[in-house]
């Protein structure tokens, strides 16, 4: 009976070539789902070179704006405004998020991380001009005046959970070998958290905060509560500062031919920023990374 009931040859035949044509199709399916996902990437960027590079000129990039109806101007105090804005939101989000993503990685089973991980998630979904009411109801308000600092909290507060999470994913990843190497050397498990296992997910975390730099970088809603925007050129904390997202969203909804165009300029430059901040980043990251276990490797 159970060489009766035994698949013959032909049949383990069929069985495999079956396997292996729905096997080729579903690849074939996968590759096609990958192409897909990329095409409109690159009919964005397509779209955003094609708008923006015809209005792209040295003018562009040290003119302030002109005024409405005419011809010319430039982003220069966006590109600034912008950069000053990023800058205050890594000082406010990224400390808190790294601490509280290695809090979270080292002592991930407790309530209170359990209590965190939670909030870090409830706010990473939280919509951005939630987050710009917030700052304009905590700074903006009592001190009567928009203002830069208010602008680079919203965002740093955009940035908090985003770094987090992915500081603890990063953390996770380092292999328990190295912390219990670290202790028996006789590290404390603050500086083997700090100076193994911080340093070994270093590129990791890296890449995430530079997620979190582009995150915020195009954010508008938040800075039209907070930063608010201005036509001239000012970089005091204290005071309105023109942001390339807000001259964007200006130019965008503006009547004139000429300012349209020049959006689409702003959003390029604006994608371009991203992109040279994260080049440079990596490097950057990547040379200290590769001397320190260079000279891990010599000793």
């Given at each position: 009976?159970?060489?009766?009931?035994?698949?013959?040859?032909?049949?383990?035949?069929?069985?495999?070539?079956?396997?292996?044509?729905?096997?080729?199709?579903?690849?074939?399916?996968?590759?096609?789902?990958?192409?897909?996902?990329?095409?409109?990437?690159?009919?964005?960027?397509?779209?955003?070179?094609?708008?923006?590079?015809?209005?792209?000129?040295?003018?562009?990039?040290?003119?302030?704006?002109?005024?409405?109806?005419?011809?010319?101007?430039?982003?220069?105090?966006?590109?600034?405004?912008?950069?000053?804005?990023?800058?205050?939101a890594?000082?406010?989000?990224?400390?808190?998020?790294?601490?509280?993503?290695?809090?979270?990685?080292?002592?991930?089973?407790?309530?209170?991380?359990?209590?965190v991980?939670?909030?870090?998630?409830v706010?990473?979904?939280?919509?951005?001009?939630?987050?710009?009411i917030?700052?304009?109801?905590?700074?903006?308000?009592?001190?009567?005046?928009?203002?830069?600092?208010?602008?680079?909290f919203?965002?740093?507060?955009?940035?908090?959970?985003?770094?987090?999470?992915?500081?603890?994913?990063?953390?996770?990843?380092?292999?328990?070998?190295?912390?219990?190497?670290?202790?028996?050397?006789g590290?404390?498990?603050?500086?083997?958290?700090?100076?193994?296992?911080?340093?070994?997910?270093?590129?990791?975390?890296?890449?995430?905060?530079?997620v979190?730099?582009?995150?915020?970088?195009?954010?508008?809603?938040?800075?039209?509560f907070?930063?608010?925007?201005?036509?001239?050129?000012?970089?005091?904390?204290?005071?309105?500062?023109?942001?390339?997202?807000?001259?964007i969203?200006?130019?965008?909804?503006?009547?004139?031919?000429d300012?349209?165009?020049?959006?689409?300029?702003?959003?390029?430059?604006?994608?371009?920023?991203v992109?040279?901040?994260?080049?440079?980043?990596?490097?950057?990251?990547?040379?200290?990374?590769?001397?320190?276990?260079?000279?891990?490797?010599?000793?």
């Open positions: 009976m159970s060489a009766l009931a035994a698949p013959s040859r032909v049949q383990r035949t069929e069985r495999m070539a079956r396997r292996r044509r729905m096997g080729s199709f579903m690849t074939v399916v996968v590759w096609c789902a990958a192409l897909l996902s990329v095409v409109p990437l690159i009919l964005i960027a397509a779209h955003l070179i094609i708008g923006g590079a015809r209005v792209l000129s040295p003018t562009f990039f040290t003119a302030l704006p002109a005024p409405p109806g005419v011809s010319g101007g430039g982003v220069a105090n966006g590109v600034a405004g912008t950069l000053v804005l990023l800058g205050i890594s000082v406010i989000g990224m400390p808190i998020g790294l601490g509280a993503g290695l809090y979270l990685a080292e002592h991930g089973r407790t309530r209170l991380a359990t209590i991980r939670y909030l870090s998630d706010l990473s979904g939280l919509p951005s001009i939630v987050v710009g917030f700052a304009w109801e905590l700074i903006v308000r009592p001190s009567g005046q928009f203002s830069a600092l208010a602008g680079g919203a965002l740093g507060m955009i940035m908090i959970p985003l770094v987090a999470r992915a500081t603890e994913e990063m953390v996770r990843l380092v292999p328990v070998a190295l912390r219990e190497a670290a202790l028996a050397l590290f404390t498990r603050w500086r083997s958290s700090l100076q193994i296992v911080l340093r070994t997910a270093l590129p990791g975390i890296v890449t995430a905060a530079l979190a730099v582009a995150r915020v970088a195009g954010e508008t809603a938040p800075l039209l907070t930063a608010f925007g201005t036509p001239f050129w000012s970089l005091r904390l204290d005071r309105p500062i023109a942001a390339l997202p807000l001259q969203y200006n130019y965008a909804t503006s009547p004139y031919d300012w349209r165009a020049q959006a689409w300029g702003g959003a390029l430059v604006l994608i371009a920023l992109l040279v901040i994260s080049i440079i980043a990596r490097r950057v990251t990547r040379s200290r990374f590769g001397a320190a276990t260079g000279g891990a490797r010599g000793d």
